[in-house]
């Protein structure tokens, strides 16, 4: 903080006084890169996207592909592993809810668009996603494990689709259908 506030050509406490804490400046940073990288992720699907496709899984492997090959996100996270993963991953930081905001529109708009129905609030599969990615794409610094991002895909796409209301039809009967006709 002092090299910023030096850069700047103000005091530490100017700099602390208008920014805050160390930890609100970087998950300020990190936000607007981390909407840069929403955003990209979008545009790119929406590219390949083919008619009928859903938004949200789509989007959601750009998105884990860009997270996954940032160089400069992962030398923060060498660098500073406890602090990057607070800034990133806390539910009252900037970060991760912008990010489960995006995800639950998209959502949304697969629900409007595509007629999706999940059998759980948009809003809450919009924060399991997220925190499946975040398990996944940070598994080096959160468990020693190896990130993953080819499970996040698979998970996360089971998590959506495996997550749709189905109407029972007319030719699978249901089990208690089965046991009322014996």
Do not use: C
Not at 87 to 93: A, H, I, K
Not at 96 to 109: K, M
């Amino acid at each position: 903080m002092q090299g910023i506030a030096d850069e700047l050509g103000v005091s530490r406490a100017t700099l602390f006084r208008n920014i805050g804490t160390r930890d609100a400046l970087l998950g300020e940073a990190l936000w607007v890169l981390t909407e840069q990288t929403l955003q990209l992720a979008a545009r790119r699907w929406d590219v390949e996207r083919a008619d009928g496709e859903s938004y949200s899984v789509g989007t959601g492997r750009h998105i884990n592909a860009l997270v996954s090959r940032s160089t400069a996100l992962h030398a923060l996270l060498a660098d500073e592993p406890a602090l990057t993963i607070k800034v990133l991953t806390d539910p009252r930081g900037r970060v991760q809810p912008g990010v489960v905001a995006f995800v639950e529109e998209l959502l949304r708009l697969d629900m409007v668009e595509h007629g999706y129905a999940p059998i759980a609030e948009p809003r809450d599969l919009a924060f399991a996603l997220v925190r499946l990615g975040e398990s996944f794409l940070y598994a080096d610094v959160l468990a020693a494990r190896q990130p993953d991002i080819d499970a996040a895909n698979r998970l996360q796409l089971a998590l959506v689709e495996g997550g749709r209301t189905h109407a029972p039809t007319e030719s699978v009967p249901t089990a208690r259908a089965e046991r009322t006709r014996r």
